[in-house]
């Protein structure tokens, strides 16, 4: 498939104000788009712009859509690079199978990809905590009002210049445990990324808002006794110096900063464990300082400290609970320095442009 680059007018181009970013509120000029109808066709990059879509267009109705989040960075010698884009991209084809959607050519869509990036390069903002955020679509597009997968989809990928997504990058967030709702089960979609999953989490996440809390942290659906996840984070525990996460069970996202904490957490010689974690032994690990440290990993917040663990009505500090600990200091520097170009990618993240 031919990949067509259509001209941007030097009139029609944007403002650039990359100061004081906020997360996902501000795009880019252009965007990569093709459609699918009996195969991919149409492949090309052209201003951002909205679509015209019927009111029945099948993902209004039944939610057949996925998505992919990933980041360009600043890079050393005035460059700019991408963190694993391939590995987001395949996890794009495992959603797509899961959901009964098209998979995408990898290959081309990461060439593609670095074309995008290229003609966009100077909305790459320079600043510490900040990057260029990547979002892959895939929906259903067919007119129709009738249960079935659709025959005809869109893909698309916009960009997002983007600061901290929680405001700093040290931020210590409060996390309250969940009892009541569900996020996902073991047989369901949670190991996919669509907005299913996400809309599932919004009535637990908004009544946590209100008791002050920044985030849910799931428990599984069966016995509301093992941690999952957190609503935009994968989780993570140091117990007893061991860095602990829960193992992934077909209902936890299979997140691709998880994969790389567990893989630089080794790298540094420490140790690890992919385990089922009973909330009990969080909760009593708190009280006795068994449990020194808890952190989220995911592209958006990178590697993002606790401070408060919410759990039936009370709440527990974690550490003194308003500084990150010594294990996600040490991986959140080690991984912004690798995707910056300040350490050695000894793993071959990096995709420099």
Avoid at 23 to 29: A, N, V, Y
Avoid at 128 to 140: D, E, Q
Avoid at 172 to 180: L, P
Wanted: hydrophobic content about 40%.
């Amino acid at each position: 498939m031919e990949l067509i680059i259509k001209d941007v007018p030097a009139g029609s181009l944007k403002k650039k104000d990359l100061e004081n970013l906020k997360f996902g509120e501000l795009f880019t000029d252009r965007m990569f788009v093709m459609e699918y109808k009996q195969g991919w066709h149409s492949a090309r990059i052209e201003a951002f712009h909205n679509f015209s879509l019927s009111p029945a267009t099948m993902v209004f109705h039944y939610a057949q859509e996925i998505f992919e989040g990933m980041k360009t960075f600043a890079y050393k010698g005035g460059k700019v690079a991408m963190f694993r884009p391939v590995e987001n991209l395949e996890r794009l084809n495992n959603s797509a199978d899961r959901l009964c959607m098209p998979k995408i050519d990898v290959n081309f869509i990461f060439k593609a990809l670095c074309e995008l990036i290229k003609l966009d390069r100077d909305w790459v903002p320079n600043e510490k905590n900040t990057s260029l955020y990547i979002r892959p679509t895939m929906i259903g597009v067919d007119p129709i009002i009738k249960v079935r997968s659709s025959d005809e989809y869109l893909f698309f990928i916009i960009l997002s210049p983007v600061g901290p997504y929680f405001g700093s990058g040290t931020k210590m967030s409060k996390i309250m445990v969940e009892e009541n709702y569900v996020r996902a089960s073991r047989g369901g979609m949670g190991f996919a990324k669509t907005g299913g999953n996400y809309a599932a989490s919004l009535k637990a996440g908004t009544e946590a808002a209100k008791k002050g809390f920044d985030q849910v942290l799931w428990l599984d659906s069966e016995e509301r006794k093992y941690v999952e996840e957190v609503g935009s984070m994968n989780i993570f525990f140091v117990i007893d110096d061991v860095v602990v996460t829960p193992e992934l069970d077909g209902s936890i996202l299979p997140g691709v900063t998880r994969k790389s904490v567990l893989q630089l957490a080794r790298h540094l010689k420490l140790k690890v464990e992919e385990r089922k974690v009973p909330i009990n032994e969080i909760v009593e690990g708190l009280q006795n300082s068994a449990v020194t440290e808890v952190f989220g990993t995911g592209t958006a917040c990178v590697v993002s400290p606790v401070g408060t663990l919410g759990y039936r009505g009370r709440q527990f500090s974690v550490g003194d609970g308003k500084n990150p600990g010594k294990y996600s200091s040490l991986l959140y520097d080690h991984l912004t320095g690798i995707q910056y170009g300040e350490k050695e990618d000894a793993f071959g993240w990096m995709t420099v442009l």
